[in-house]
């Protein structure tokens, strides 16, 4: 049997495939193609309604194949087959659902539909183990779930409450990690910021201490990090860090304090200022990226405006700019969606717009320096590509040799998004 496993959204929803894949080749089953798969597996995402979409008009596909193809087993699994389960459980073609919090019972609930197919599954069922992706870079998760409650996010309903997993466990996964050749680890939680909380004697910081002296590991990053749970004296950690990557994903939403209070983001403009000022005056090489969200129901043109204005003083180096999406279930869903869609797209494309200049500036500082890669393979065109510490993507030409090693690149030519050059 073949299997055809799609995944949507973060990270994390990347992370937890990962776990699935290994659960589906223990059983025996093989990878392959959407069109010759026996068991089809969607790992959704709720954070955004585009997100669903993609999901209903694959199913819309998948319904046709179940009726030129009977045997086919389809599943829903992450936040979706939570938040929109009735919808998916009135669909007769669909076999399962599993929430994400709910991957350690996958074995036993693929056991009896294989069964019905005529597929033996192995005695004793297997252990949930990860089948890790191809690369240089490997995720572990540190935490679940989330506190924080942020008006327009569905996570806290569908993923739970914050629980940090036992930082032993954490620390021999990168140590398995490093001794199967990975050289960087991505720390994986909703807030990892608040890492630990409930767990005597340990937080991020000291986390962050235990990993560095893992040998075999050359560089440590971490997301989501929550501006409000982002302390100076972290920062300070990460300064003395040296596998520590000088990368801050700081997601700002908005650059008004109104809207931030609306938003339930515990911490004002002012506030997030100072930590970006902070981190730029003692680590002035580091990048800084952020998340922002346009057109939330009570943004006012001057609300709008501020997060311009912040943005011109942030000068980030990205920024995954969105329109607000109504999300049912969360505490700004009763205030609608009273912004028009155009005007949400013109906030939206002014910022892109400002976001592209100050990433082509701050990439244009660049130029002419040189850069450490670890480099990851080869892009569609031949050149290596990879990252530097602070995140942004390197290509270059060089050997095959080269994949999966620390390099020096000089930097000749710059874009928004990436740069490019030779080594020196």
Request: aromatic residues 8%.
């Amino acid at each position: 049997m073949k299997y055809y496993l799609k995944t949507y959204g973060c990270q994390m929803n990347v992370h937890d495939s990962e776990l699935v894949a290994g659960v589906l080749e223990a059983f025996g089953l093989k990878r392959g193609a959407l069109q010759e798969a026996d068991l089809i597996l969607l790992n959704t995402c709720s954070v955004r309604d585009r997100a669903e979409q993609k999901v209903r008009t694959l199913l819309g596909e998948l319904r046709k194949m179940k009726i030129i193809k009977p045997p086919l087993i389809v599943g829903v699994m992450g936040c979706m087959a939570v938040r929109a389960q009735d919808y998916l459980k009135s669909l007769p073609f669909v076999d399962f659902l599993l929430g994400p919090e709910e991957l350690g019972s996958l074995p036993g609930l693929l056991s009896p539909i294989l069964k019905k197919r005529g597929f033996n599954p192995p005695t004793p069922l297997p252990q949930i183990a990860y089948k890790r992706n191809r690369g240089v870079s490997a995720l572990v998760n540190i935490t679940s779930g989330c506190d924080n409650f942020c008006s327009y996010c569905v996570v806290p309903y569908l993923r739970g409450r914050e629980w940090s997993r036992r930082p032993e466990e954490i620390l021999q996964e990168i140590e398995d990690l490093a001794r199967w050749g990975f050289r960087e680890v991505m720390l994986l939680g909703q807030n990892v910021n608040s890492y630990g909380k409930e767990i005597e004697g340990w937080n991020f910081e000291r986390l962050l201490e235990e990993a560095q002296k893992i040998e075999g590991i050359d560089r440590i990053r971490y997301t989501t990090s929550h501006p409000r749970d982002f302390t100076k004296s972290l920062v300070l950690k990460i300064k003395n860090l040296s596998k520590v990557c000088e990368h801050f994903h700081l997601p700002v939403q908005s650059g008004s304090s109104r809207v931030l209070n609306s938003m339930n983001r515990g911490y004002t403009r002012e506030e997030y200022l100072d930590l970006v000022s902070f981190i730029r005056k003692e680590i002035p090489h580091s990048s800084i990226t952020t998340d922002i969200i346009v057109g939330y129901p009570e943004e006012s043109e001057e609300d709008f405006l501020r997060t311009a204005e912040l943005m011109e003083r942030v000068h980030f180096d990205n920024a995954h700019i969105l329109t607000y999406s109504p999300r049912p279930g969360t505490s700004a869903y009763p205030l609608g969606d009273p912004i028009p869609s155009e005007e949400k797209a013109r906030r939206l494309h002014f910022l892109q717009e400002l976001q592209r200049k100050h990433a082509l500036e701050r990439n244009s500082a660049l130029s002419g320096q040189v850069v450490e890669v670890l480099v990851e393979g080869r892009d569609p065109k031949g050149h290596l590509l990879g990252r530097t510490r602070t995140n942004k993507e390197v290509f270059f030409t060089g050997e095959d040799y080269l994949i999966g090693q620390l390099t020096l690149v000089r930097v000749e030519d710059v874009t928004p998004w990436s740069l490019r050059g030779k080594r020196p």
